[in-house]
């Protein structure tokens, strides 16, 4: 038992730094060698773990981006209350929580979708599993908005949740290359003129 924690503990530990050196150097310039780096693990400790880092990407994707995915932009959508308040509230605070590591490196998602999303099959499961996790949650309050009365019933559902998850995911990706946040405040405001046209 012992053993086992302490098996979980250092994959997590793993995990962790690994998140870390994909997010900020990319997945394909991020060696093994890297990861051994940061984790202060011998190579026979890190193979012990994992038998290749297309194993350990596909657990950062599932562990770590996820994660961020759901805490950040789906369980929100799924709280009681107006669909509108919702819809705005977690589209607008998540943006305007992003510290400047964030900002400077984008949305982590996106960049695994961009360097390594026709590279595998099963990142592109795990990456597209999220997407239509994120989807389905914000057609439901869409759906739900309609029933409330606060969203006009003529709005297609999934193409306005596609269109919300392109534009937050876009606009992620953009802000990288600006030095300031002049860009996020013209998309704060576009989405504000998009999400008052869903209103009744």
């Not at 530990?13 to 940061?38: P, Q």
């Not at 194993?55 to 950062?60: A, F, H, I, K, R």
């Not at 669909?83 to 982590?108: H, V, W």
Request: glycine share 6%.
């Amino acid at each position: 038992m012992q053993q086992e924690i302490k098996s979980v503990i250092t994959k997590q530990h793993i995990v962790h730094e690994a998140f870390k050196l994909f997010y900020e150097n990319g997945f394909k310039a991020t060696s093994i060698n890297d990861v051994m780096k940061a984790t202060k693990m011998t190579k026979g400790a890190f193979y012990h773990h994992y038998k290749s880092k297309q194993q350990l990407g596909l657990e950062v994707i599932e562990q770590k981006i996820q994660q961020r995915v759901y805490n950040g932009m789906i369980t929100p959508l799924e709280k009681p209350g107006n669909a509108i308040d919702i819809l705005e509230q977690t589209f607008l605070n998540r943006i305007k929580s992003f510290p400047m590591y964030d900002k400077k490196n984008g949305c982590p998602m996106n960049n695994f979708i961009n360097e390594i999303g026709s590279y595998e099959a099963s990142y592109q499961i795990a990456l597209k599993n999220i997407i239509e996790n994120w989807k389905l949650a914000l057609v439901n309050l869409i759906n739900k908005g309609k029933e409330q009365g606060n969203i006009k019933n003529n709005i297609v559902s999934e193409a306005a949740a596609v269109y919300l998850i392109s534009a937050f995911e876009g606009i992620r990706g953009i802000r990288k290359i600006y030095k300031d946040d002049v860009i996020l405040d013209q998309y704060i405001l576009g989405l504000s003129l998009y999400i008052n046209q869903l209103k009744v």
